[in-house]
């Protein structure tokens, strides 16, 4: 049966037999934690130091975005991944009208419930995805973090509404906060990006440095690109030091959660300067040593602060 093999969501939309059964709300929330529980991308969803009463509930979360950015990166035919996000989104309407059927939304409708969570978050990730597949270049600042508002701030809303905040101040500090782990992560993976004919990088920014696609593709790393990814990697910065005050405004569990994430993403900017900025011919990556490093760094700081 479905539940006994469980399938990742490429395989899953081409399984006739998992389509069509009929998922009872055990099995829905039993595939939503082995999905994010075993994913070939994923880690640890749920850190450790979150409630164990909401780590049912990030699972369920995390399925719905999984198979959203699954359905926009695992299927060749951009035609076939905006079909099948069409009909992702059809599945979000009918879970907010209370007629899940798909296991990830059976599994979701609990935690919408339970948590008044809006529909905007999860249908504005669909919205990037959606631009994935339709929009390859970003002409300035302003299209790059009108992406990143649909492609990375609605997780950190989501994040927060399971944790009990809903104003406006902690959704605007979490939103630069998640705007810069975007942008870390474009100027981290420039080279697998333009595998994908994907440029992040405002294009208005390499203009002012005089660096032109044909030498991105050409692999120049140049002092035109080191300028180039100078100003980018300052802007992430920035928003780094925008969103850091909400660490301080959060449950301390979920305090280290955050100060873990932009502690991680400064790093990988840290490791870019190192590294002159050439990021072209080699990915800079933060270590297993580094990450234990930085862990045992903001659980100090953690400790200092709960005595203060």
Not at 43 to 68: I, M
Not at 86 to 91: E, H, L
Not at 97 to 113: D, K, M, R, Y
Not at 192 to 199: E, P, Q, T, W
Request: some cysteine.
């Amino acid at each position: 049966m479905a539940q006994s093999h469980p399938l990742l969501p490429a395989e899953f939309v081409a399984s006739r037999e998992a389509n069509e059964h009929r998922w009872t709300p055990d099995e829905s929330l039993s595939y939503t934690r082995w999905l994010a529980t075993a994913h070939y991308e994923n880690f640890h969803v749920v850190s450790l130091l979150l409630p164990k009463r909401l780590h049912q509930d990030f699972y369920n979360v995390y399925s719905y975005c999984r198979w959203a950015d699954d359905l926009a990166d695992e299927f060749p035919d951009k035609n076939q991944s905006l079909r099948l996000l069409a009909w992702w989104r059809q599945m979000l309407d009918e879970a907010y009208q209370g007629q899940a059927s798909h296991p990830v939304f059976i599994a979701l409708s609990g935690t919408l419930l339970k948590h008044q969570i809006p529909k905007e978050p999860f249908s504005d990730l669909l919205v990037a995805f959606v631009q994935d597949q339709t929009t390859t270049r970003y002409s300035d600042w302003n299209a790059v973090f009108d992406y990143c508002r649909y492609s990375a701030n609605p997780v950190g809303r989501l994040v927060l509404y399971l944790c009990g905040y809903r104003d406006s101040e902690r959704q605007s500090l979490s939103d630069a906060t998640c705007t810069a782990l975007q942008l870390s992560n474009f100027w981290q993976d420039v080279s697998v990006d333009l595998r994908k004919d994907r440029i992040y990088i405002p294009l208005e920014v390499m203009r002012r440095h005089g660096y032109t696609e044909a030498q991105l593709f050409s692999g120049d790393e140049g002092a035109a690109f080191q300028a180039v990814m100078r100003d980018v990697v300052e802007c992430a910065r920035e928003q780094f030091q925008q969103g850091l005050p909400l660490i301080g405004m959060v449950d301390r569990r979920l305090s280290i959660d955050l100060e873990l994430f932009s502690r991680g993403g400064l790093r990988v900017l840290e490791k870019i300067e190192k590294q002159h900025y050439r990021v072209l011919h080699r990915r800079p990556v933060v270590g297993k040593f580094e990450r234990a490093g930085i862990l045992a760094s903001t659980l100090a700081h953690a400790f200092v602060r709960r005595s203060a």
